[in-house]
């Protein structure tokens, strides 16, 4: 098969060696690359049953077959795991500029086990995996760390050679399980504690280089195809709405739907919401659209802070995940300040979601006179105290969140209150509202995750009914597994409105040669979704993981929307039918 490079590296961190090796051809063609592979090789290789935080968990980074490419939306990469946060299967995405850098490499995967005595830093090259003290690098922020590591290898490389890094903060360093990887400043493989990982692995940073380029099966189709895509979708209204608002339009769309998680997830609409909305983040900062590399979407916002205490701050974000936790959940009012937190969580380098979910909690927690941590909601300063306790794995309110939802609530002793699904926290996305969402977040491999179908989509755009259930699991599982191929391929999610089934047949023939018909690839997208799923399986899952947290089956206190565990099971009963996933777990 084309578009592929048929190596793997191997990198053993304990003894700093490294070795390159080859798979199967029906590896690739059974799953691709990106999720497919990366998916094959941790099931391959993990001992079953493992601790997340030993030396034998995998850390796999991994591209798809157009990474690098004139593919538009390919400039991404996956990292994929046993999760610290859940136990079970972790997949976690970036984009920006170094995937282009991974890429170059000349490997399919770079398969990471093992710790290292002291704190490391990585050099990838198409040679293999080269060692390098990071002691130096020890507790500075991922700003600090990317800038430091940048200047340290600066010019070392061949010129024309892609060189980037991915790095981690000082939650990782201090265990912190849902620990972010960062690049390019502002980008993150954010969910589910993969940066906790490389972290227990005393790997501080991952400097990539080189000069390999991917043989496709038909290299002008492919360009053509792009040329094509690119003149057609230019005044897509999907292009235009990324381009002029980014994701910060949700907080609008989502507060209009009523399914806008407030005030920890027990109201659905946020009277403030026009505060933090998209016109808010665009009137009150200066905002410049920013795009990662092969994208015309540029959904990134720059901001920069005009007013107020945090006058100057620059970052690219929030995105609505950001303004959804600490504008919805934590009841923070001002925009500013919700740029401010989401900066904290980038230096400190731990998941928006994760930490404004916890964040939100803390402050349930202590209304309900079950923590004694003082904390309101909407107290701002007082999160950003909160989130520095969090990522130093503080004793006591600290070391409490920082090891996640289920332990907190555990420690709270608030379980029916606590929102997740297999440990992790769900989007912003209200299942009582969209109960699509509710689908979505029980069949993801990682927990509850808004990514791998954006099933939001259609119940937002009126493609189904959102209150339907009868028969929404079969357009669910078609978008599931259109999207799970953009996983293989690790395309962004944000081009699923141009890239329908016929355009991504199109396109992943063109890369690799291989049958790009629907009911071919809906195999291949199966064989992925079955292997992940028989690794959550192996690790220990229970068919009561596979739905919601008891919380979301309490009615909105605001609409009074519901969603019913007979709803839920329903569908959920209908998807395992569909899929052929009936036998007893």
Same mark, same amino acid.
């Given at each position: 098969?084309?578009?592929?490079?048929?190596?793997?590296?191997?990198?053993?961190?304990?003894?700093?060696?490294?070795?390159?090796?080859?798979?199967?051809?029906?590896?690739?063609?059974?799953?691709?690359?990106?999720?497919?592979?990366?998916?094959?090789?941790?099931?391959?290789?993990?001992?079953?049953?493992?601790?997340?935080?030993?030396?034998?968990?995998?850390?796999?980074?991994?591209?798809?077959?157009?990474?690098?490419?004139?593919?538009?939306?390919?400039?991404?990469?996956?990292?994929?795991?046993?999760?610290?946060?859940?136990?079970?299967?972790?997949?976690?995405?970036?984009?920006?500029?170094?995937?282009?850098?991974?890429?170059?490499?000349?490997?399919?995967?770079?398969?990471?086990?093992?710790?290292?005595?002291?704190?490391?830093?990585?050099?990838?090259?198409?040679?293999?995996?080269?060692?390098?003290?990071?002691?130096?690098?020890?507790g500075k922020d991922t700003?600090?760390?990317?800038?430091?590591?940048?200047?340290?290898?600066?010019? #070392?490389?061949?010129?024309?050679? !892609?060189? &980037? @890094?991915?790095?981690?903060?000082? =939650?990782?360093? *201090?265990?912190? $399980?849902?620990?972010?990887?960062?690049?390019?400043?502002?980008?993150?493989?954010?969910?589910?504690?993969?940066?906790?990982?490389?972290?227990?692995?005393?790997?501080?940073?991952?400097?990539?280089?080189?000069?390999? #380029?991917?043989?496709?099966?038909? !290299?002008? &189709? @492919?360009?053509?195809?792009?040329? =094509?895509?690119? *003149?057609?979708? $230019?005044?897509?209204?999907?292009?235009?709405?990324?381009?002029?608002?980014?994701?910060?339009?949700?907080?609008?769309?989502?507060?209009?739907?009523?399914?806008?998680?407030?005030?920890?997830?027990?109201?659905?609409?946020?009277?403030?919401?026009?505060?933090?909305?998209?016109?808010?983040?665009?009137?009150?900062?200066?905002?410049?659209?920013?795009?990662?590399?092969?994208?015309?979407?540029?959904?990134?916002?720059?901001?920069?802070?005009?007013q107020g205490p945090h006058?100057?701050?620059?970052?690219?974000?929030?995105?609505?995940?950001?303004?959804?936790?600490?504008?919805?959940?934590?009841?923070?009012?001002?925009?500013?300040?919700?740029?401010?937190?989401?900066?904290?969580?980038?230096?400190?380098?731990?998941?928006?979601?994760?930490?404004?979910?916890?964040?939100?909690?803390?402050?349930?927690?202590?209304?309900?006179?079950?923590?004694?941590?003082?904390?309101?909601?909407?107290?701002?300063?007082?999160?950003?105290?909160?989130?520095?306790?969090?990522?130093?794995?503080?004793?006591?309110?600290?070391?409490?969140?920082?090891?996640?939802?289920?332990?907190?609530?555990?420690?709270?002793?608030?379980?029916?209150?606590?929102?997740?699904?297999?440990?992790?926290?769900?989007?912003?996305?209200?299942?009582?509202?969209?109960?699509?969402?509710?689908?979505?977040?029980?069949?993801?491999?990682?927990?509850?995750?808004?990514?791998?179908?954006?099933?939001?989509?259609?119940?937002?755009?009126?493609?189904?009914?959102?209150?339907?259930?009868?028969?929404?699991?079969?357009?669910?599982?078609?978008?599931?597994?259109?999207?799970?191929?953009?996983?293989t391929m690790i395309l962004?999610?944000?081009?699923?409105?141009?890239?329908?089934?016929?355009?991504?047949?199109?396109?992943?023939?063109?890369?690799?040669?291989?049958?790009?018909?629907?009911?071919?690839?809906?195999?291949?997208?199966?064989?992925?979704?079955?292997?992940?799923?028989?690794?959550?399986?192996?690790?220990?899952?229970?068919?009561?993981?596979?739905?919601?947290?008891?919380?979301?089956?309490?009615?909105?206190?605001?609409?009074?929307?519901?969603?019913?565990?007979?709803?839920?099971?329903?569908?959920?009963?209908?998807?395992?039918?569909?899929?052929?996933?009936?036998?007893?777990?």
């Open positions: 098969m084309k578009g592929f490079f048929n190596q793997i590296l191997y990198v053993d961190l304990s003894n700093q060696k490294a070795e390159i090796k080859s798979v199967d051809q029906s590896v690739y063609e059974n799953f691709l690359g990106g999720k497919g592979l990366a998916t094959w090789l941790l099931t391959e290789l993990n001992p079953p049953g493992i601790d997340p935080l030993s030396p034998e968990n995998r850390l796999i980074f991994a591209t798809g077959a157009v990474t690098g490419t004139t593919t538009w939306g390919s400039s991404r990469y996956g990292v994929f795991t046993k999760s610290p946060l859940t136990g079970l299967y972790a997949e976690s995405y970036s984009g920006g500029k170094v995937p282009e850098a991974i890429s170059a490499t000349g490997f399919d995967a770079i398969v990471i086990h093992g710790r290292a005595d002291g704190l490391i830093m990585m050099e990838i090259t198409p040679e293999g995996a080269f060692f390098h003290d990071g002691t130096h690098l020890a700003f600090e760390t990317e800038s430091a590591v940048k200047a340290e290898f600066s010019g #070392k490389h061949p010129k024309g050679w !892609k060189t &980037g @890094l991915s790095v981690i903060g000082p =939650a990782a360093e *201090a265990g912190v $399980k849902f620990s972010i990887i960062k690049n390019d400043g502002w980008r993150c493989a954010g969910r589910a504690g993969t940066g906790t990982v490389m972290g227990s692995k005393n790997l501080k940073a991952i400097v990539f280089s080189g000069n390999k #380029k991917r043989e496709v099966f038909d !290299k002008k &189709g @492919l360009t053509q195809l792009s040329k =094509a895509m690119a *003149a057609e979708a $230019k005044d897509h209204p999907v292009v235009q709405a990324y381009k002029s608002m980014g994701t910060s339009q949700m907080v609008k769309i989502m507060n209009n739907a009523g399914a806008f998680p407030t005030r920890y997830w027990t109201k659905g609409y946020a009277p403030h919401w026009e505060k933090i909305s998209a016109d808010a983040l665009h009137s009150q900062c200066d905002v410049t659209p920013h795009a990662c590399a092969k994208c015309y979407l540029s959904c990134g916002r720059m901001t920069k802070v005009i006058k100057g701050l620059v970052l690219e974000g929030p995105e609505y995940e950001t303004l959804y936790t600490f504008g919805g959940l934590c009841m923070v009012e001002e925009v500013e300040q919700i740029v401010r937190l989401n900066h904290v969580c980038d230096s400190l380098g731990i998941d928006t979601i994760t930490a404004g979910n916890l964040a939100a909690f803390a402050m349930m927690a202590h209304e309900q006179g079950k923590s004694d941590y003082a904390i309101q909601f909407g107290d701002a300063r007082a999160i950003e105290e909160l989130l520095v306790k969090i990522a130093a794995n503080e004793a006591g309110i600290g070391q409490t969140l920082a090891r996640g939802i289920r332990h907190a609530a555990a420690v709270f002793g608030m379980e029916d209150q606590a929102v997740h699904v297999k440990g992790l926290e769900p989007a912003g996305y209200d299942p009582r509202v969209l109960k699509g969402m509710g689908l979505a977040y029980a069949a993801s491999d990682r927990g509850a995750c808004h990514l791998r179908s954006t099933f939001y989509k259609p119940e937002l755009a009126g493609m189904i009914d959102p209150d339907q259930v009868e028969g929404k699991a079969k357009l669910f599982i078609d978008f599931e597994d259109r999207l799970t191929l953009f996983d962004c999610k944000f081009y699923r409105d141009l890239y329908p089934w016929e355009l991504l047949g199109e396109m992943i023939t063109a890369a690799t040669g291989m049958d790009g018909s629907k009911e071919n690839l809906s195999g291949i997208a199966l064989n992925v979704a079955a292997k992940a799923r028989a690794f959550n399986l192996r690790e220990g899952m229970t068919p009561e993981d596979e739905t919601l947290a008891q919380a979301f089956f309490t009615p909105l206190k605001d609409s009074g929307a519901a969603i019913t565990k007979d709803e839920m099971d329903f569908m959920f009963n209908d998807y395992q039918k569909i899929r052929n996933w009936t036998e007893k777990k």
